[in-house]
T-cell receptor, first 108, second 112 residues
């Protein structure tokens, strides 16, 4: 069945460093979503990418969808302590398949 | 306020004792899902519902039941809970199957 792999599982960064998490699907995706879950909280929607090669930005966050619609990435520029949490990608058809998430630790 | 509510938030129970976790949304969403979250495994979909009286299995449906008699409610039923169902459960809803999902606060279930 469809699988969505996400790496790395954990990332420790110094505040101000950049951070990237990657998602790879075993099949072509109709779209991909990204969510953030703060420690002790619930996942919160960040963005959805639909088009091949799409790039979207939200302040310091840059999201990309691969040309083949099988991979995606989230890049955070100059991390802040408020970026701490777990970032999930989710690929969709009728079901939603989440990646295992990347937990980001930011040291001040 | 637009929200997804779940009850209870925390539950400790014993093996075999039937339980229901309720989920309700006030956004008139058609699509609702249940997920379980386990360390290192991310969020895995248990069941989903495209609309009233329309439900289907996700990736890990064994040991769970759901119903969708009303648009706003999507309860998760564990007929005979077992320790391997100890997990953090999230309900989510969205306007469409491909739409932004709104998650409830989560229910932490422990089965002893």
């Amino acid at each position: 069945g469809q699988q969505v792999m996400q790496i790395p599982q954990y990332q420790h960064v110094q505040e101000g460093e950049d951070f990237t998490t990657y998602c790879n699907s075993s099949t072509t995706l109709s779209n991909i979503q990204w969510y953030k879950q703060r420690p002790g909280g619930h996942p919160v929607f960040l963005i959805q990418l639909v088009k091949s090669g799409e790039v979207k930005k939200q302040k310091r966050l840059t999201f990309q969808f691969g040309e083949a619609k099988k991979n995606s990435s989230l890049h955070i520029t100059a991390t802040q302590t408020t970026d701490v949490g777990t970032y999930f990608c989710a690929g969709q058809d009728f079901k939603t398949i989440f990646g295992a998430g990347t937990r980001l630790f930011v040291k001040a | 306020e637009a929200q997804v509510t779940q009850n209870p938030r925390y539950l400790i129970t014993v093996t075999g004792k039937k339980l229901t976790v309720t989920c309700s949304q006030n956004m008139n969403h058609e699509y609702m899902s249940w997920y379980r979250q386990d360390p290192g495994l991310g969020l895995r979909q248990i069941y989903y519902s495209m609309n009233v009286e329309v439900t289907d299995k996700g990736d890990v449906p064994e040991g769970y039941k759901v119903s969708r008699k009303e648009k706003r409610n999507f309860p998760l039923i564990l007929e005979s809970p077992s320790p391997n169902q100890t997990s953090l459960y999230f309900c989510a809803s969205s306007y469409t199957v491909a739409g932004e999902q709104y998650f409830g606060p989560g229910t932490r279930l422990t089965v002893t």
